[in-house]
């Protein structure tokens, strides 16, 4: 947990720069990590696959609690989901390729990389956050610099009115003790008329320093997964049922291991043995392929028998139930847990079984776009300087573009294009078309510079034809004029020769 839900002698420190409602503010948010911290390490933990058994004290011997077992399946929830939302670039209806330079921003920063990493610690904790800073170009900075933050070191304050963060925070310095507790070291305080950095100094102290911000918004905007009208900072993907379900899993993974130990040494036993006979070692009786057993007192042969075996199927049939259960939960395939599941009859068909995953996509990728939305636009103002986005023509235009979030195979996308373009030839010379096609953004870059180029040479080649079209009957004209030389031209009548 944070030491002090406010640092000490910030108060004191922050009253010559911030007002009495801003620091009511801060204090809000310092209050809110707090809260949240503890939650966010244990989804982060099951997550890192951190969490082992929970034992219910009941089945399992207590010389093999300690058991080393653990599943991946929280960080699947996560993951399966991630690696279906890519974003490409920013676009803009009747802009060019780089609408406001955006994408050289998103260049500059790695930022299709840096969003893939942030949107992964969204559906871990619910929201992660983005900060848009104006770069050190004497450092080698970028002009404007994207940063992603995690939930468990940023928040902010929401307001229902705007849709937008009223304020935003982020601890970028701290020390850790051995017990866990963070004591903030530094400190970036998120306000629309400023951005405020407090730093700790020696003695107790507070070094505060205030930049100011143009563009009347904080910023820090929020990356958010699964919001709600109650929960506008969204819900994680793993959530208290896939906790609890990896947890039952878990056991019964243990109870397998430990009957499987059974499972190869079948119990027997002995009627009538002489109690001598029973003074070695379990494991020789075990192991050994020949056993000597004599007759008892009374010359009788002891009977030798053995335990019907267990099965292990309830125990695999049992783990399909949580990872049934765990699927239906996360909107995956079950045999993304490890469970193939029947062979589908068509395309169709496997579309089908992934449909609820590609719903949970597009949902999240809608939140996702309006938080880049406001991100490139955030840039953009802070790069001119401004404080309202009407006064760059197209600005509020712009719109984040992310890849399908279902593949489709080349021959099914050629032939739902083709008959698209059929009806509507125009389509063709659309960049969207090749979209539809599955093609990544830097393919497309790449065919749309190729058709550029075969254009322009095209244009040439038919420029160069239509000047020597025109240069040949001035040619002709001018050999003509020269066999005269400019005398006068005889008139011939038919039937008349020249000397007549």
Known sequence: MITQGVPAGFTQHAEQTLSASEIELVQKMMQRLDKKRARNIIRQQYYDQKIGLKDLGISTPPALKNINSVLGWPAKTVDVLADRIKFERFVAAGEDEDPHGLNTIVADNDFRETFAQTAASALTHSCAFITITQGDKSKGEPEILLLPKSAHWATGIWDKRTRNLKAGLSITKADTS???????????????????????IAGGGWEIETIPNPTGRPLIVPVVCGADLRKPFGRSRISRAVMALTDSAIRTVVRSEISAEFYASPQRYLLGADEDALTGSKWSAVMSKMLTISRDEDGQVPQVGQFSQ?????????????????AAESQIPIDELGFP?????????????????????????????????SIGVTAVMLREGINNPSKIEGLTKIEAWFAPTVHVSDAAAADAVLKQVQVMPWLAQSPVILEKLGYDDSAIQ?????????????????LAATAQQQQKPKEATTEVDNNFSGEEKPVVDAGVKPEE
Do not use: C
């Open 446 to 462: 790449r065919l749309m510079a190729d058709k550029r180029r075969a254009e322009g040479s095209s244009i040439l080649e038919a």
């Open 341 to 373: 599941s029947d062979n589908p009859a068509s395309d169709s068909a496997i579309q089908s079984q992934r449909d609820p995953l590609r719903l949970a996509a597009d949902r999240t990728i809608r939140g996702f776009k309006s938080a880049l939305n």
């Open 178 to 200: 051995n017990s866990g507790d963070i004591t903030p070291r530094e400190v970036t305080v998120y306000l629309p008329d400023k951005t405020v950095i407090m730093q700790a």
């Open 310 to 326: 267990m099965s292990m199927q309830p125990h695999t049939d049992q783990l399909r139930q949580w990872a049934s259960l765990l």
